[in-house]
C-alpha cells in the first residue's frame, strides 16, 4: 500500500523535502484519547537536529493538527498532521538532479517516476518525511501508555562506542524517557559525540545500533502466518531510511547456540505464565507471550558526506565525480531513535485493536 | 492478512502438521506460465528430511494442484496446492495438550487461541506448514527464471561452521540449484553435518544463517514508503518459523562503518548504471537499484530437543517439567533454505506485477 | 485482493466448473465455534439444482474440510473447504473455446487472461464457484446465530411473479431458514415456478429480485468513509455472477420521496433508540443503526440460453451464430438466494470481528 | 480500511464539517502527469452551492495542493489536497450535539464513536467531506482524459422531473463537461429546480437518481471474483453520503426481462468485438468488455429540512422533537454529480493501473 501502513490503525505519509510541507494521516485511532500538543512537540524535539553533531538545518517542526481532534481528544476520524517546511535552500540542491548521490535514493527514484520526482534534499525519500512518524506515533504512545504499554530506544552503538544493554527493562525504558542523546551508560554519550565529530571533521558519517525494548505488550497478540509481530515490525522498521537489519531477541546470536540455550524456560510467577530467558525477544510462533518484546536496529551511516564521491550523470550515463553541498548529518542514528520509538507504537497498537476491537470507534 | 501474503500476488496458506492436508492458494499469477509439475516435485524434495540429519518423519509430499492450471499452464485465477498429511504420529503429542514446549509457540497459540487450537505437532504454527509456500514458490521461481531473475540461497553458518560467502553471484546461484545441501565450498558440507549429529547426540540442535542473492532484478522496483523492498521481504522472511534477525547488504556491518566506506560509488559500464561495491544489496531508498539483492536470515536453533526441559502446565499453572517425545530436526537451517528462495520468489515477483502490470491476467 | 474478500474474516475463493474441485479457505474465524456438517450440507442442498427448473448438472456436493477444525470446533486459522466436481461433460464446450457466449464472462475472460482461461462450462466465472462461498458462508451463519443475528432472503420477484415484502422480520426469518424455495406467501411459488417453465419450454431463461433482511445487527458497526455497511456489502453482492443491481432500504425509491417522508424518525422504546420506519434499512452514514439490515438485488436471467444467438469467433473475429449445448438453468433466482444469505454473513461477521475483536483469536 | 480507498492509485480522506480544514492525500499516482489547478477549480466549483436550490453556506473551496506535484506535474509519490473551512457558523450545531437528525449520521456515529465525534455540522459525515474527492478525483479524470477515457453524469431525475437517458455516449459526456446543472434535455433544467424550491418553500427536500456513463474503458479491466467492476465501483459510490442504490447496465430492470433479451449480442464492427445492446453496462463477469460501463445511482432527499421531527434526546434516551437550524440543501443530487465523476475516476484509474502496471511510478 505504498504510503499508507497498519489495518485498523494506519498512517498514511505525505511530503517532500524541499516542498510546502509534510506530514501524516492518522486513521482508525480508537476515539476518545486524548491528544496531548505538548507530549507531541516534546517527542518531535527529540527528532531535531541539535547543536554540532547534527544537520545546521533547523526546522521549527510546528505540527498542526486539522482533523480528527475535538474537545482535546481523539475523534476516532482520521487526524491529520501538517509541518510546514521552512528552512529550505533548494539552491544547494541543483547539481543534484542529475548527479545521483551514492548511498541515497536519488537514483533509483528517478527509475521508478521516470525523472518526475521532487529531488530537492531526496524529495520525498528524506529523512525529514519521518517528521510525520513521530506526530503521529505521539498519540499511539499516549494510547499505548494508559493501557500500561511503554517503549524504549537507546543507542547500542555508534561510529563504533557501545552503550550497555537493556538490564531493567522498565526502569531502562523510563530512564530513557525523553532523554536528547539516549543511552542507558551516560558515560557513553561524550565518546559517541566524539566520534561523531570525528567523522564530521573529516567530511564523513558513522552509522549505528538501536536497541529498542518494549514493556507491558499482553501475551496473545499477532496474527501468523504472515503478520507475525516479527513480519509487521520489520515492515514498518524497514521504511525508515537508513535501516538495513533487523533482529529480535538474541537475533543473529542465535545462529551460534543449541537449541538448549536459546529455549527460553517457561516459568509460573504469580500464576503468570513467564519466561526464565528472554533469548525469543518476546516474541513466539509468531506472537507476543508477555515478556518485553526486544529488537535491534543497524542504521547506515547517512549517505550525505562531504567527500568527494564517484556518481554517474544521469543526463548522459558517464562516470563522473560529485561533491555534495548543502547541510547534512553526520549522524542520524541519535534522531532515528525517536522514530523508532515512534512506528513501533503504531505498529504494536494497530495489532492490539486488530485483536480487541475498538468498541468506541 | 493473517494467513494470506501479497498485493497482486498473494499466497493464502492453511493447514495443520497432523490434519488431513496442508497446502496454498496462489492468486494473481500472470496467466499462461507453463507448471513444470517435475520441478515443483524437486523444489519439494529439497525440503524434506532427509538422512539422519533431519526427523524420522518421512512424507512423501506429493503437491496435487486443483485449480488454476489448464492444459499445463496458469489461467490467471487461483491456483490451488493440496499436499497430503501421511505419516502423523498424534500419540506422541498427547503431554503437548497442556505442557507449552520452551521455544515453540505452544504458549501463545493456546493464549490467542483460547485452547482451541490444534496443538499435535505444532498444528498451523509446524514448520511442516511451510510446503505450502514451496510449492506455490516453484511457481513463482519459474515465472522469475523466465524473465532471467535467479535465487539462490546458502548455508552460511551452520552449528558454527561457516561456508564461504558469495562470490561470483550469478554462477553461485547456478551452482546452488537443486543442491541438496546449500553450501558454495563444499567442504563445509561435512563440517557442518557432524556439528548437527554431534547436537543430535546431546538430544539437542543446533541454528545458523542463511544467505540469499536475488540476480537480475531491474532497478526501480519497490513501493516506499512502507512498502520498501527490505519492508516487504523481511515481512516475508519473518513468517518462516526460526527466523529471528533478518539484515539487508552489509546489514549489522553497517553500524561500524563510516559513509565513505559505505556508500556504493555509482559507475556508467556498457551505458548501465552499476555501483562498484554491494553493500546496500541492490537496494536504495526502499527501491532495487538493478545489482543484485542480498540478504541474511539467522535460523534459531530447532526448538525441539530431547533434553528435559522446564514448563508449565497450562491446565494448572504450575511450573513443571516436560521430556518431549515425537520425531524432531537436530536443525532446520538446510532445510529452510528452499523455503527462503520461495518466499522470496512470491515477494518479488508481486512488486514486479506491481509495477509492470498483468496484461495478461 | 481479487479472490480475497474480508479484512479480519475473510474468504480465498478458488477453482473451475470443469477442473478437479473447487472451494474456499476462510480465515480469520473466531476459534471455539462449533462446526455443524450436517448445517453446512444443508446450507449446500438450497444451492443444488432440484427438479425441472434447474440445470441436469446434478453434483453432490459433499464438502471435505481439510484444516482449519479440530475436536468439531474452529481453531482460529485457516478452514479450508473443498467440494469436488464429479458430473462434468467437458464435450459439450468445444465450441465455447473460440466462440463467446453473449451474457456470459467468455469474451471478457478471453481478453483477460490471454486465452489461457479454463474456458469449459465457464471456469473460474461458472455460477458453481458460489458453492465455496455457501460452505464458508454456513460456518459464519452459525458464528453469527450464537449472537442472535439472522438474516434471510426471498425471492421477491421471478419472472415478473411477485412475492410479498418483508412484514415482521424476525419471523420471515426464520420461516425461510432451510425452506428450498424462498417465498414468504407460499402461493407465489407455484406461479414463479411455471414462469420459469414457460421459459425454459421457449429455450430462454428469466431474472428475478432477491430481498433480504438482517436481525440482530447491534448498532455502530461500519468503517466509512469508504468501509460503509452499504460499500462492502455490495462489494460483495455483486461479486455474485447475475447481480446488477442493489439497493438498501427504501433504495431508488427514495428518488421520488421528500425528506420528510424518507427521514425514519428516532424512537426511544425500553430506553433503546430505534426508528419507527425503516427507510434507511438499518444503516445511516454507513453505520448501522441498530434497525434490522434490508437490500435488495437485481438479478439478470441466466445467460446461457437455447435459442440460436450472434456472436463472433475469436480466432478470426468474424461474425458467427452460437447454439448453446450443455445443461443450463432456466432460472437462477431461487439457487442464488443462499448465496446471499451466505456472502452476508461473511461480510457482515467481518465488520463485528473487526469493531469487537477477537480475543480468542 | 475506513478512509483509505483504492489499492495501486488510493485516497485518502479526512476533515469534518465545522474542523480547520479538510483534505484528502492521493497515493499511487502515475508520474509525469500534469496537474491543472485550473481544471481543479473548475471541478469544485460544480461542487459548489449556487443559487437558491443550495445551501446558503458558501465555502471559497481553495485547493492547496502541498505534496507530490513538482514543475506542475506529479511526482508519483502523494499528493496531499488542502481546502480550509471558512464559513463555519457552529452556534447553529449545539442542540445536535444531543439530538440525532433523523436521517443523518449523528446517533451512528455516538454510538460508533462513543460520543467523542465531532458532532458539528455532521463532522466527519458531512457531505462537505466530499471535496476532497472532488479535488483529487479531478486529477484522476485528467489522467483518464490523457488515454481517450471520459466520464459524464447527469441527472436522470431530481424531485419527480426526468432528464432524458444518455443517447451518443460520447457526445453526451462532451455536453455535459463543465455543465452546472447537468441535464442532457435543457428543458428539465428548469422543472427540476422548480421542484427543488418547491420542497425548500415547504422546509422540506428531493432525492433523484444519477446516471452515468464511462467512454473508452479498454476491454479486460476488472479483478474477478471479488473485484469485479461492479464491486469495487459499487464499493466507492455506496461511500458517498445519500447514495441508497446502484445498478449497472439495465439494472433491476433485468428482473422483468428473459434471457434473449438481455443478452447483448457479440457484432464484429472493423475486427474489434463490440455488442449490438448494452444491458450490461459494459461489464461481463465482472470484467469490462469495451462498451461504455454505465450505471445509475439513487440519491435520497437530503435529510436536513426544517419541519419539526421526531427525535430522541441521547442523553436521557427519552422521546423529544427537533428543528433543525443552520443552513442546508433542499437537494444534493445536482452536487453529487461530480462527486460521482470524482469517485467513478479514482476508481477505474486504480484498475487500469492494477492492469497496466505504472512504470513510471
Request: aromatic letters at 8%; one cysteine or more; charged letters at 20%.
Amino acid at each position: 500500500m505504498k504510503n499508507t501502513f497498519g489495518n485498523s490503525v494506519a498512517i498514511t505519509l505525505f511530503g517532500e523535502s524541499h516542498g510546502n510541507a509534510i506530514g501524516a494521516v492518522l486513521d482508525g485511532m480508537p476515539a476518545g484519547i486524548p491528544v496531548d500538543e505538548d507530549f507531541i512537540a516534546r517527542q518531535m524535539s527529540l527528532r531535531k537536529s541539535v547543536g554540532a553533531i547534527s544537520t545546521a538545518r533547523k526546522e521549527a517542526d510546528e505540527v498542526k493538527i486539522v482533523s480528527g481532534v475535538f474537545n482535546g481528544k481523539t475523534t476516532g476520524t482520521p487526524i491529520t498532521f501538517i509541518i510546514e517546511n521552512q528552512d529550505t535552500r533548494s539552491r544547494d540542491y541543483g547539481e543534484l538532479a542529475y548527479k545521483a548521490r551514492p548511498g541515497h535514493a536519488d537514483f533509483t527514484a528517478n527509475v521508478k517516476y521516470g525523472g518526475s520526482q521532487d529531488f530537492r534534499g531526496g524529495g520525498h525519500f528524506s529523512g525529514r518525511i519521518t517528521a510525520g512518524i513521530v506526530a503521529a506515533g505521539a498519540v499511539a504512545i499516549s494510547a499505548l501508555k494508559a493501557h500500561g504499554i511503554t517503549i524504549g530506544t537507546h543507542i547500542l552503538s555508534c561510529g563504533g562506542v557501545y552503550d550497555r544493554e537493556f538490564q531493567d527493562i522498565q526502569a531502562d525504558i523510563g530512564f530513557l524517557d525523553g532523554r536528547e542523546f539516549a543511552v542507558l551508560d551516560t558515560s557513553a554519550e561524550e565518546k559517541m559525540k566524539e566520534a561523531i565529530m570525528a567523522a564530521k571533521a573529516d567530511g564523513d558519517s558513522v552509522g549505528g545500533i538501536l536497541e529498542t525494548a518494549v514493556f507491558g505488550m499482553p501475551a496473545g497478540v499477532g496474527e501468523p502466518w504472515f503478520d507475525t509481530i516479527e513480519s509487521v515490525l520489520s515492515h514498518a522498521l524497514f521504511s525508515i531510511p537508513a535501516v538495513k537489519g533487523v533482529e529480535f531477541g538474541a537475533g543473529f546470536k542465535f545462529a551460534e547456540m543449541r537449541g538448549s540455550q536459546a529455549n527460553d524456560p517457561f516459568r509460573s510467577i504469580d500464576n503468570k505464565v513467564t519466561t526464565s530467558t528472554n533469548n525469543c525477544g518476546g516474541i513466539l510462533g509468531g506472537i507476543t507471550n508477555g515478556m518485553p518484546v526486544t529488537f535491534r536496529c543497524a542504521v547506515k551511516p547517512t549517505p550525505s558526506i562531504y567527500k568527494e564521491q564517484q556518481t554517474v550523470d544521469l543526463t548522459n550515463r558517464k562516470n563522473t565525480t560529485l561533491q555534495i553541498q548543502g547541510r547534512h548529518d553526520p549522524a542520524i542514528v541519535h534522531r532515528a531513535r525517536v522514530v523508532v520509538d515512534s512506528i513501533t507504537a503504531l505498529t504494536l497498537l494497530d495489532q492490539l485493536v486488530l485483536r480487541y476491537g475498538n468498541i468506541n470507534n
